[in-house]
């Protein structure tokens, strides 16, 4: 006899409210999927509905496709053990299953203006832009757009122009000027262009600021002139206040009054590093007769001020742009139009109002579909939310989504506040707990999954431990409240399921270093990863077995909050690693496509065979994986016959054995040149990969089968490029280039269920998703920001966001509320990733004690053991003995371990009941 669940209750509900409006908070690896299907066979085979009726909206493509292939085998089950008319019924729903509505939010939209265009005022034939075609199509747009500025520049262009060149934090983007800046600007109010209320722009004298702040600069500039000693730490660091001080001068005695670019050289001095946390220096005092007392309060002062300019003028700044920018959205909305194109957007504010403001068409959506299911509604956006709860409605002529009652039995919810990770694309913890709470009152059955079949029971108890004094419900945060997860599979005795693996040297020159963490990490993740695939003879459980089998590669994955820090690759190292270890990797959505080897190679071959007197392209092709011809090689060309010239090969050179590689690689060179406007640019590609025999090659290198699919991508890439209009193997070159140059394109997609390696990816990406072990990496990325990036008043249909770098005066009065909702959204992140383990989930730690800050910070109370049994671990049941008591390899001045560092060894903990924790103990093992 089964036992009986412990959410029970709540799945029979499931199973059998079939006339109620139920919504169900699923936590991580409650078989949510698996309920939904059963409530739709069971709403079929009841013949509450026929299958064209459901409508069923997920989250991604991948989710649907799974979501529809695991109904039809549910119907495929039922009916052999079913008869009479529940037989005849189930027989129909499988065959006419395709007719079912099973997309993605996007996908439903589309097809309802598809099947309604005139009445949505779209075009019949409209086509949906991709997010790479749409930035493309608005670049276009804003092009055009910017041009026409130029000639005579409103005031936020003009200022904005003047402004300093700003690469913000990613060097992988374009050379980012000030047009650049602006252009981005743009780009991101018109991804929230449907809140179309001004920012406020309060009084701002920039001309009456600057004039005092010239004043002050002039008096500090003479004050600090003269120091003692020119040495002097205070006087060097405030070197840029004195060099502005000259440049001002300098204009005003041509009689040039320059506000503009004054402006941005406050600013600049405002965010100049030395400047801003300049040092104080030493002694009483500074110089003849001037205190160091003086000048620190003088310094004080001029800082404070430019602060306050810099936030003052950015925010006039941004108000002033975001009036200014429309007419540039208002350019690409016309190019859309002009090339029946919609944005995903756009499908969604089209297929909004096509609801909301027509009735018969609203009413005739509401007869068909009888029966909707939402999955994943935590992280549905104020836009999707009105369409479903519209369509849902008991009441017709209801328009206003807040305070419209479903019909019973017509709307069935599945979310986890807890895994809400969505914010930067609109979504809005907040709105999901609203509606919650007005269906509740309207009738709705609230019902909670506790029962994980995901995780072993210590990973769930120590998600428990960590989670619930964090997940409060508070309002202001609006962070979710804690459902403990209930454990449902087995452990296994003899391993670990929570691994804190130690950063082996976290300390620089005195102090724990992020720097020394992010240099030793990788390599201390690479080293644990051969020995669990190669040495520890451990044992995982697989989604669709269940017997437990060998730990392999694929078993494993690295999650990380971010794939980009501050323009370098998080995950190269960590790939280095592996490699070096001879561990299949595979890198799921990186945005360091172009960087790879293999995509700069055939970039240059690419270039190469279209521009073929461009001799650094064809030097790098020839010296390239695509060729791998020889320095020495190389050289003796060089030296015999000069060029590298495909178009020109010397006839010796033809009869020469020595040069045989080359003049081969040449003619090939040649002969693609000749035909690349004769074929389409994907046939040109794989020819050349045909003719050097690349798919050998890249397969048989580490990371092979990654390798392959980037450069089989870029054929792909070649086909979208014709599919979308383009007629030049030249125009895809350049588009390849511009691309390289924005890091567009992500790492090619191979992942599959059975595809070998090791799993990169972020924790976004593997939202959904799950894994037998877990190493979750880049331990010193913060929490969360701290500066907010949006605030909503969608009362007033405003939305404040920091465009450019530019932040309004309406997100910086809210700053404190965003800036604690983001911290609390990150919160939720971590327990995305650390939930998505079955069997081992491993935490980089510091063996000192935590570090603090970082992404991992949530985790720390359940991960580190209570000071007193930090140095007396018990033995590590599946582990070899650990030579050292030391879970630091070095420290500043060697010091040895301390009474509050923790041992190498195995640690249990009680549960934390205070908390609401499971009784279940958990354990940790300091490796």
């Known amino acids: 006899m089964k036992a009986r669940l412990a959410d029970q209750e709540a799945r029979d509900v499931i199973s059998n409210a079939l006339d109620e409006t139920v919504v169900v908070e699923a936590a991580a690896g409650t078989g949510k999927t698996t309920e939904l299907v059963k409530r739709i066979l069971r709403i079929l085979s009841t013949g509450r509905a026929e299958v064209r009726a459901i409508v069923a909206v997920t989250f991604t493509e991948k989710a649907a496709g799974e979501l529809k292939l695991r109904l039809r085998e549910a119907l495929e089950r039922e009916r052999t053990g079913a008869d009479g008319e529940v037989k005849q019924r189930l027989d129909i729903a499988l065959a006419r299953l395709e007719e079912a509505h099973v997309s993605t939010i996007h996908g439903f939209c589309a097809e309802l203006l598809r099947e309604r265009p005139v009445e949505a005022h779209v075009d019949p034939l409209f086509t949906v832009l991709t997010e790479g075609q749409a930035e493309r199509l608005f670049d276009e747009a804003f092009s055009g757009w910017i041009q026409a500025q130029l000639a005579d520049p409103p005031e936020g262009i003009r200022r904005a122009l003047r402004r300093s060149v700003w690469s913000g934090y990613n060097r992988t983007s374009r050379a980012d000027g000030p047009i650049d800046r602006v252009r981005r600007a743009a780009w991101e109010l018109a991804q929230w262009r449907d809140f179309q209320a001004p920012w406020t722009r309060g009084p701002f004298d920039r001309d009456g600021d600057i004039d005092r702040l010239i004043v002050e600069l002039h008096d500090f500039a003479a004050l600090t002139a003269k120091p003692s000693y020119a040495k002097d730490n205070l006087f060097l660091d405030t070197a840029a206040a004195r060099h502005l001080n000259q440049e001002i001068a300098l204009h005003q005695s041509f009689g040039h ?247 082996p040297k976290p300390y620089g020159m005195r102090n724990i270093s992020a720097v020394a963490i992010e240099s030793s990490l990788p390599d201390a993740v690479g080293a644990y990863v051969d020995w669990l695939v190669n040495d520890s003879r451990w044992k995982v459980t697989e989604r669709t077995g269940d017997k437990p089998v060998p730990l392999q590669a694929q078993h494993i994955c690295i999650l990380f909050r971010r794939f980009i ?283 000192d004690g935590p570090y603090e800050g970082g992404w991992l910070d949530p985790l720390t109370s359940a991960i580190y053991p209570p000071d007193a049994q930090r140095r007396s671990p018990q033995h590590a049941e599946g582990c070899p003995p650990f030579r050292s008591k030391d879970s630091v390899l070095n420290r500043p001045g060697m010091d040895p371990a301390r009474q509050t560092t923790v041992a190498p060894g195995s640690f249990v903990f009680a549960p934390r009941t205070e908390h609401s924790a499971p009784s279940t103990e958990h354990s940790a093992l300091i490796t």
């Open 257 to 503: 009054e320059d506000y503009d670019g004054w402006e941005a050289r406050f600013v600049d001095l405002s965010r100049d590093r030395n400047f801003s946390k300049a040092r104080h220096g030493r002694g009483p005092g500074y110089g003849a007769g001037v205190t160091r007392d003086a000048v620190l309060a003088a310094f004080e002062s001029l800082r404070s001020h430019l602060d306050q300019f810099r936030m003052a003028a950015d925010a006039d700044l941004a108000a002033s742009l975001q009036q200014e920018l429309r007419t540039a959205i208002v350019r690409y909305e016309d190019l859309k139009r002009r090339a029946g194109a919609l944005d995903f957007l756009d499908l969604l504010l089209e297929a909004r109002n096509l609801v909301r403001n027509n009735a018969a068409v609203r009413q005739g959506f509401q007869r068909r579909f009888t029966h909707m299911f939402v999955d994943e509604f935590q992280d549905t956006d104020p836009l999707q939310a009105e369409l479903l709860l519209l369509l849902a409605s008991a009441d017709p002529a209801a328009t206003d989504w807040r305070t419209v009652a479903p019909a019973p039995g017509r709307l069935f919810i599945v979310g986890d506040p807890k895994q809400s990770i969505y914010r930067f694309r609109r979504a809005d913890v907040g709105i999901y707990r609203e509606v919650c709470e007005r269906l509740e009152k309207s009738g709705a059955r609230i019902v909670k999954l506790t029962t994980s079949f995901r995780s072993a029971p210590e990973i769930q108890a120590c998600v428990n431990a960590a989670f619930a004094p964090v997940m409060t419900g508070d309002t202001f945060t609006l962070q979710a409240s804690y459902v403990p997860l209930s454990p449902f599979r087995q452990g296994h005795p003899r391993q670990p399921a929570v691994v804190a693996l130690p950063v």
């Open 565 to 847: 820090s501050f323009g370098d690759d998080v995950t190269m190292p960590y790939a280095h690693a592996l490699e070096a270890r001879g561990v299949k990797h595979v890198l799921v959505g990186g945005k360091t496509f172009h960087e790879r080897e293999e995509v700069e190679s055939l970039r240059a071959a690419l270039a190469a065979i279209e521009w073929p007197d461009d001799e650094l392209s064809v030097f790098a092709t020839l010296r390239g994986p695509l060729f791998a011809i020889g320095d020495e090689e190389l050289l003796d060309w060089r030296q015999r016959y000069g060029r590298f010239l495909p178009t020109f090969v010397p006839q010796d050179a033809r009869e020469n054995a020595a040069v045989r590689p080359i003049v081969d690689a040449l003619g090939i060179l040649k002969s693609l040149h000749r035909e690349r406007n004769r074929l389409p640019a994907a046939d040109t590609i794989h020819k050349l990969l045909h003719v050097t025999r690349a798919h050998v090659g890249l397969v048989l290198r580490p990371a092979g089968e990654q390798a392959l699919a980037n450069v089989l991508h870029v054929a792909e890439l070649a086909r979208q490029y014709e599919a979308n209009g383009g007629i030049s193997f030249r125009g895809f070159v350049d588009e390849l280039r511009i691309a390289a140059e924005t890091a567009q394109a992500a790492e090619a997609p191979i992942l599959e269920e059975g595809s070998d390696g090791v799993r990169m990816m972020t924790v976004h990406k593997a939202k959904g998703l799950e894994f037998p072990v877990v190493i979750l990496a880049d331990v010193t990325c913060r929490l969360s920001r701290t500066d907010a990036g949006r605030w909503i008043d969608g009362a007033n249909n405003r939305c404040a966001l920091k465009i450019g770098g530019w932040a309004p005066i309406d997100l910086l009065l809210h700053d404190a509320e965003e800036s604690a909702r983001d911290k609390a959204e990150s919160e939720r992140l971590t327990y995305v990733a650390a939930t998505r383990a079955r069997d081992l989930l491993v935490v980089p730690t510091i063996g």
